[in-house]
C-alpha cells in the first residue's frame, strides 16, 4: 500500500543540477522522518541527506554539504533533493526512503532501518 516513486533522474554533465522527487502514496509523510540515500556498484550505501518531519532538522553527507538541498512539502507528501555542482563521485542510484517517527540524526549516515523504500532512480555525472 505504502509506495514511494522517485523522479528526476538521469545523466549530467560535471557541474549541473538536477532536482529529484519522492512522492509517496498510501501514507501520509507529515508525520515521517525521510531522507536521500544512494548507493554506486561496488561501494557501500551511504545516507546523503535527512529531514525531519517538521523540516526543523536536516542532515547530510559532507561531501555533499553546500550542493545538496533536502526539502519536503508535506502538503504535497512529496520528499525533494536539490542537487547542484554535481560531480562525477555523486554517480550512483538514488533512493528516497521514510520511516515513522523522529529521524535518527546521531547515526547518520549509517543507519538503513528505513521502513518503506523507492525503487531508486540513476544519476550519472560524466566529466
Known amino acids: 500500500q505504502v509506495q514511494l516513486v522517485e523522479s528526476g533522474g538521469g545523466s549530467v554533465q560535471s557541474g549541473g543540477s538536477l532536482r529529484l522527487s519522492c512522492a509517496a502514496s498510501?501514507?501520509?509523510?507529515?508525520?515521517?522522518?525521510m531522507g536521500w540515500f544512494r548507493q554506486a556498484p561496488g561501494k557501500e550505501r551511504e545516507g546523503v541527506a535527512l529531514i525531519s518531519s517538521d523540516s526543523s532538522i536536516t542532515k547530510y553527507l559532507e561531501s555533499v554539504k553546500g550542493r545538496f538541498t533536502i526539502s519536503r512539502d508535506n502538503a504535497k507528501n512529496t520528499l525533494y533533493l536539490q542537487m547542484n555542482s554535481l560531480k562525477p563521485e555523486d554517480t550512483a542510484w538514488y533512493y528516497c526512503?521514510?520511516?515513522?517517527?523522529?529521524?535518527?540524526?546521531?547515526?547518520?549516515?549509517?543507519?538503513?532501518?528505513?521502513?518503506?523504500w523507492g525503487q531508486g532512480t540513476q544519476i550519472t555525472v560524466s566529466t
Open positions: 526512503a521514510a520511516k515513522p517517527g523522529v529521524c535518527r540524526v546521531h547515526e547518520f549516515p549509517t543507519n538503513f532501518d528505513y521502513t518503506n
Open positions: 498510501g501514507v501520509t509523510i507529515s508525520a515521517y522522518c
